[in-house]
């Protein structure tokens, strides 16, 4: 499954709209965020603000179940 596929659930799973996204990306037209999703371009930034627009966590999971989150430090705290 590409990125751009979870991102797609994600989005739907939380019941946000392409242009939200488009939106907190700081982009100024849906169309780029489709060129985003086509091409499967997406840097960890981007993946951040999903994660934060879906009211999600983006993290690293070890074999042994412990976490490394990614973003704001203040938050895990």
């Known amino acids: 499954m590409s990125v751009s596929d979870v991102i797609k659930g994600l989005l739907a799973m939380s019941g946000k709209k392409q242009a939200e ?8 037209s849906n169309q780029a965020v489709n060129n985003k999703i086509r091409k499967n371009s997406w840097f960890a930034s981007d993946l951040l603000k999903v994660a934060e627009l879906c009211g999600c966590k983006l993290a690293f999971v070890m074999p042994d179940g412990q976490c490394i989150y990614l973003g704001d430090d203040e938050q895990e705290k």
Request: glycine residues 12%; hydrophobic residues 50%.
């Open 21 to 28: 996204l488009t939106s907190v990306l700081g982009m100024s």
